[in-house]
């Protein structure tokens, strides 16, 4: 019975001394079968889904480097007298925290280099989140039961915001201390409470001497604790749901025979965690951090010495905050001077502006996925995703979203625009107020009509099939263009009718494989044909592993 039930293992060598002592491993800890499940994994495939990774890379390089930074600079506000490399500076009056910057930049070995790849990599990180969000909405994977994953990016969206601004503001230089002298207005122009809440941020009057290393404790400890608590929720919530996919067929190759196999509701297609998708995350991640390494020492960013110490007398007109916080700078720049007076307190624009609207734009974004399933009562649990075409009304609100911040962007920096064109300022600031109560129903309607025509566009290749480009003189003079069916015709000659499954319908013939696959290879040499076969009978072989896999999982289910 024992050599019945216990799997066969090599007799010697070091195959057998690994197996011996990871069977010990498993009968103390039993990891095996919980290995097994992970391994077994499938997740579906799509160059979308890359944007999400490319926000955890990002977030795990600003961790590194983050790290390496913590090891020199110092956050004290002590004045100083910089003795360092940078000749401008030499015998400048500064503050400990801008004197250690410094140093990092130009006296410990790779210093520049790590600062620069930690900035890059901010950027990277919050743009990342901005494209998976919107990829979110569009293709409606915010849906029942993913709302909760959908209100975590929101709220790390905005917990990665404060975290570069908190960021940038540390090394105590001119152009970031000025947006913290902005945060300071903002916060001053709350109610009642404002005045407390800015002298328990800041200890005292603006600047002080507590800010910076208050920042640095919430810059280095609290947000970073935070992005990581939702990071872990994020991908436990997305390992423990299903994985949303998008509808169509993938082919696949089983006992030497290709067949077509439908994405579900109930099936997920795709490649399984190990060795497929845990190679490919791992040659991606490395491919992420190969781009910002090579930005960070090509493309300089944030030259603070350039900038100085901070200095309220030499503040310049140029000074704006870093992309993802433009927005907000936009709607102080362009919101009436309105001062409203309620129960006795006279209300700023700047509250209005800033500390009431910054709450509202992500409230707003976070409660979408309720306010479109009470608005469309739908109430049905989704894995498959939608076409952006396939919801015309869902895409051009978000068209209209995405030009609302990006006017409030421009406006941001409305004073740089009127410099360089030669353009009045107050001629920008009301364009940026015209252009925000105008251009989002313009690129509502717009984008609505695009998706009705796209609709159209694809009913029209399946009733008719796919435009060959052969033009035909009818007998009576007339001129057709002949469209190649897709699945044939009927038996008066005319196309079958295909129905609209909600996957892309092919466009143009080469789409059909009627001249074949395309040979794999680099863009002048093809490979090597005994290697293409090899590689095609590596891919069959781990399709049909794949699929016997999927059938033993869905058998389980049921």
């Given at each position: 019975?024992m050599?019945?039930?216990?799997?066969?293992?090599?007799?010697?060598?070091?195959?057998?001394?690994?197996?011996?002592?990871?069977?010990?491993?498993?009968?103390?800890?039993?990891?095996a079968?919980?290995l097994r499940?992970?391994?077994?994994r499938?997740?579906?495939?799509?160059?979308?889904?890359?944007?999400?990774?490319?926000?955890?890379?990002?977030?795990?390089?600003?961790?590194?480097?983050?790290?390496?930074?913590?090891?020199?600079?110092?956050?004290?506000?002590?004045?100083?007298?910089?003795?360092?490399?940078?000749?401008?500076?030499?015998?400048?009056?500064?503050?400990k925290?801008?004197?250690?910057?410094?140093?990092?930049?130009?006296?410990?070995?790779?210093?520049?280099?790590?600062?620069?790849i930690?900035?890059?990599?901010?950027?990277?990180?919050?743009?990342?989140?901005?494209?998976?969000?919107?990829?979110?909405?569009?293709?409606?994977?915010?849906?029942?039961?993913?709302?909760?994953?959908?209100?975590?990016?929101?709220?790390?969206?905005l917990?990665?915001?404060?975290?570069?601004f908190?960021?940038?503001?540390?090394?105590?230089d001119?152009?970031?201390?000025?947006?913290?002298?902005?945060?300071?207005a903002?916060?001053?122009?709350?109610?009642?409470?404002?005045t407390?809440?800015?002298?328990?941020?800041?200890?005292?009057?603006?600047?002080g001497?507590?800010?910076?290393?208050?920042?640095y404790?919430?810059?280095?400890?609290?947000?970073?604790?935070?992005?990581?608590?939702?990071?872990?929720?994020?991908?436990?919530?997305l390992?423990r749901?299903r994985?949303?996919?998008f509808?169509?067929?993938?082919?696949?190759?089983?006992?030497g025979?290709?067949?077509?196999v439908?994405?579900?509701?109930?099936?997920t297609?795709?490649?399984?965690?190990?060795?497929?998708?845990?190679a490919?995350?791992?040659?991606?991640?490395?491919?992420?951090?190969?781009?910002?390494?090579?930005?960070?020492?090509?493309?300089?960013?944030?030259?603070?010495?350039?900038?100085?110490?901070?200095?309220?007398?030499h503040?310049?007109a140029?000074?704006?905050?870093?992309?993802?916080?433009?927005?907000?700078?936009?709607?102080?720049?362009?919101?009436?001077?309105?001062?409203?007076?309620?129960?006795?307190?006279?209300?700023?624009?700047?509250?209005w502006?800033?500390?009431?609207?910054?709450?509202?734009?992500?409230?707003?974004?976070?409660?979408?996925?309720?306010?479109?399933?009470?608005?469309?009562?739908?109430?049905a649990?989704?894995?498959?995703?939608?076409?952006?075409?396939?919801?015309?009304v869902?895409t051009?609100?978000?068209?209209?979203?995405?030009?609302?911040?990006?006017?409030?962007?421009?406006?941001?920096?409305?004073?740089?625009?009127?410099?360089?064109?030669?353009?009045s300022?107050?001629?920008?600031?009301?364009?940026?107020?015209?252009?925000?109560?105008?251009?989002?129903?313009?690129?509502?309607?717009?984008?609505?009509?695009?998706c009705?025509?796209?609709?159209?566009?694809?009913?029209?290749?399946?009733?008719?099939?796919?435009?060959?480009?052969?033009?035909?003189?009818?007998?009576?003079?007339?001129?057709?263009?002949?469209?190649q069916p897709?699945?044939?015709?009927?038996?008066?000659?005319?196309?079958?009718?295909?129905?609209?499954?909600?996957?892309?319908?092919?466009?143009?013939?080469?789409?059909?494989?009627?001249?074949?696959?395309?040979?794999?290879?680099?863009?002048?040499?093809?490979?090597?044909?005994?290697?293409?076969?090899?590689?095609?009978?590596?891919?069959?072989?781990?399709?049909?592993?794949?699929?016997?896999?999927?059938?033993?999982?869905?058998?389980?289910?049921?």
């Amino acid at each position: 019975m024992m050599s019945a039930t216990t799997p066969e293992t090599p007799s010697s060598g070091v195959p057998a001394q690994l197996s011996r002592k990871f069977d010990r491993v498993d009968e103390r800890y039993r990891v095996a079968a919980g290995l097994r499940t992970v391994a077994n994994r499938v997740f579906p495939t799509h160059w979308s889904f890359l944007l999400g990774e490319i926000a955890l890379y990002s977030f795990l390089v600003l961790l590194l480097s983050g790290v390496y930074l913590a090891l020199f600079f110092d956050p004290s506000m002590q004045a100083v007298t910089y003795t360092g490399r940078y000749d401008n500076l030499r015998g400048v009056t500064m503050s400990k925290a801008y004197e250690s910057t410094l140093r990092l930049s130009f006296d410990v070995r790779g210093g520049l280099f790590i600062r620069q790849i930690h900035h890059w990599a901010s950027h990277l990180f919050i743009a990342a989140m901005i494209a998976h969000l919107l990829r979110t909405l569009f293709t409606g994977a915010f849906r029942r039961p993913r709302e909760a994953n959908w209100v975590i990016g929101i709220l790390l969206l905005l917990v990665g915001s404060f975290a570069g601004f908190t960021g940038y503001s540390l090394p105590d230089d001119l152009l970031g201390t000025t947006g913290l002298r902005i945060a300071s207005a903002l916060t001053l122009s709350i109610p009642v409470i404002g005045t407390w809440t800015h002298w328990a941020l800041f200890g005292g009057e603006f600047p002080g001497t507590e800010i910076i290393p208050r920042l640095y404790l919430i810059h280095v400890m609290l947000l970073p604790a935070v992005l990581l608590a939702l990071t872990a929720l994020h991908l436990g919530l997305l390992w423990r749901q299903r994985s949303a996919q998008f509808p169509g067929t993938t082919t696949r190759t089983s006992a030497g025979k290709r067949r077509a196999v439908q994405h579900t509701e109930n099936t997920t297609v795709g490649v399984r965690v190990f060795p497929t998708y845990a190679a490919r995350t791992v040659a991606f991640g490395m491919l992420t951090t190969g781009v910002l390494a090579i930005m960070a020492a090509i493309f300089q960013i944030n030259p603070i010495w350039n900038y100085g110490p901070y200095n309220p007398v030499h503040v310049s007109a140029g000074a704006t905050p870093d992309w993802f916080f433009l927005y907000l700078d936009g709607m102080t720049r362009i919101f009436p001077p309105w001062n409203i007076t309620i129960a006795g307190y006279t209300i700023p624009p700047t509250f209005w502006a800033g500390p009431a609207f910054l709450p509202l734009f992500y409230l707003i974004a976070a409660a979408y996925p309720w306010l479109e399933r009470t608005l469309t009562k739908d109430n049905a649990h989704h894995n498959l995703l939608q076409r952006p075409r396939d919801t015309p009304v869902r895409t051009a609100l978000g068209a209209m979203a995405v030009s609302f911040y990006a006017v409030l962007t421009l406006s941001g920096s409305n004073d740089q625009i009127a410099f360089f064109f030669n353009i009045s300022l107050n001629a920008t600031i009301w364009a940026g107020r015209i252009g925000l109560l105008v251009l989002p129903p313009i690129a509502y309607y717009l984008t609505y009509r695009i998706c009705l025509g796209l609709q159209r566009d694809d009913r029209a290749v399946l009733r008719h099939g796919i435009a060959t480009g052969i033009i035909r003189r009818l007998p009576h003079g007339e001129f057709i263009e002949i469209h190649q069916p897709l699945v044939g015709s009927n038996g008066n000659g005319k196309p079958v009718a295909l129905t609209y499954q909600g996957s892309p319908v092919p466009k143009r013939m080469n789409q059909l494989d009627v001249g074949g696959r395309p040979p794999s290879g680099s863009l002048v040499t093809p490979d090597p044909i005994e290697e293409t076969i090899a590689l095609e009978r590596a891919r069959n072989g781990e399709s049909a592993v794949e699929t016997a896999q999927q059938g033993r999982d869905s058998t389980a289910s049921r």
